[in-house]
Nanobody
Framework: QVQLVESGGGLVQAGGSLRLSCAASGSIFGFKAMGWYRQAPGRQRELVATDLNGNTPNYADSVKGRFTISSNNAKNTLYLQMNSLKPEDTAFYYC?????????WGQGSQFTVSA
């Protein structure tokens, strides 16, 4: 069974930076992609960034140039470096891992950007 454990949430001021981590454990077969979604209160879930197994990452327009997705394969860990944070980045952030057969989700990590 694959498990994803996130860390790195909290409170940060606008203009600041934060890094989220997502550690994967378990046997992973048929890997396709990992990435991050976010959901703010009253808003639809939004795909933030996707790491397509070594291909050029995809980013939501709202975070391009500010967020960077990366991975440490030796540690089976995915990261989301977030710079120039804005209050509208406040949300619950979920990492996910997609395989040929299913998608796994982390427990979510909340952070708030104060104005």
């Amino acid at each position: 069974q694959v498990q994803l454990v996130e860390s790195g949430g909290g409170l940060v001021q606008a203009g600041g930076s934060l890094r989220l981590s997502c550690a994967a454990s378990g046997s992973i077969f048929g890997f396709k992609a990992m990435g991050w979604y976010r959901q703010a209160p009253g808003r639809q879930r939004e795909l933030v960034a996707t790491d397509l197994n070594g291909n050029t990452p995809n980013y939501a327009d709202s975070v391009k140039g500010r967020f960077t997705i990366s991975s440490n394969n030796a540690k089976n860990t995915l990261y989301l470096q977030m710079n120039s944070l804005k209050p509208e980045d406040t949300a619950f952030y979920y990492c996910y891992l997609s395989t040929t057969w299913r998608t796994y989700w982390g427990q979510g990590s909340q952070f708030t950007v104060s104005a």
